[in-house]
């Protein structure tokens, strides 16, 4: 079974601080990883995904991601934070060899920005 | 390209109803999972359809059933409707083609359900 921890329900930033945002996975076989983003009222929007190679990879709007082996992690991260950024994030893990698209998600991490 | 089409977007329903929710995928994806989403338990798979086959299910009551027709576009029903089973259900459509995939999911913005 795979499962997903995110490290902190809600984290605040100010506008132009580091965005830091930490997952970390359980899984039995070598997994594609991804990051969604969700605003209110709406679906979720994939933010980048690690599926193989270079491990660490880059998304939209400024984010990036580096996979970990050792440490089981797929953290986020943006250099400088703007207000838009303020929306809850998924971290997810999929086993690429199970024959279905299925995503295992963590509880999601709120983002506040701070003027 | 238009993206994932789901309908109602909000409904409300009594407790012992039934409910139908669409969802029409991303022109040429076959996949379609649903997924349910609430404060307490997050996002939770609920089943996955390919090519009108149901091909993978998660772990809720069979009140809750799915289908998929040969244009992609799928539907769940929930029948007899509990006050649980209030909130947000997000469908996911994937190309599911042959090769090298990675099963990027594409979702719509949801249907909120309220039971009262």
């Known amino acids: 079974a795979q499962s997903v921890t995110q490290l902190g329900s809600h984290v605040s930033v100010s506008e132009g601080a580091l965005v830091l945002l930490r997952c970390n996975y359980s899984?039995?076989?070598?997994?594609?990883l991804f990051w969604y983003v969700q605003y209110p009222n709406q679906g979720l929007q994939l933010l980048l995904k690690?599926?193989?190679?270079?491990?660490l990879v880059k998304g939209i709007n400024g984010f990036e991601a580096e996979f970990k082996k050792s440490e089981t992690s797929f953290h986020l991260t943006k250099p400088s934070a703007h207000m838009s950024d303020a929306a809850e994030y998924f971290c997810?893990?999929?086993?690429?060899?199970?024959?279905?698209?299925?995503?295992?998600f963590g509880k999601g991490t709120k983002l506040s920005v701070i003027p | 390209k238009a993206g994932v089409t789901q309908t109602p977007r909000y409904l409300i329903k009594t407790r012992g109803q039934q409910v139908t929710l669409s969802c029409s995928p991303i022109?040429?994806?076959?996949?379609v999972s649903w997924y349910q989403q609430t404060p307490g338990q997050g996002l939770q798979f609920l089943f996955e359809?390919?090519?009108?086959?149901?091909?993978n299910k998660g772990n809720f009551p069979g009140r809750f059933s799915g289908r998929q027709f040969s244009n992609s576009r799928s539907e769940m029903n929930v029948s007899t409707l509990e006050l649980g089973d209030s909130a947000l259900y997000l469908c996911?459509?994937?190309?599911?083609?042959?090769?090298?995939?990675?099963?990027?999911?594409?979702f719509g913005e949801g249907s909120r359900l309220t039971v009262l």
């Open positions: 899984s039995s076989v070598p997994p594609y």
């Open positions: 690690y599926t193989t190679g270079a491990t």
């Open positions: 359809y390919f090519s009108e086959t149901q091909r």
């Open positions: 022109s040429g994806h076959r996949s």
């Open positions: 997810a893990v999929r086993n690429p060899g199970a024959g279905s698209y299925q995503l295992t």
């Open positions: 996911a459509s994937s190309p599911g083609t042959s090769g090298i995939n990675t099963g990027e999911l594409f």
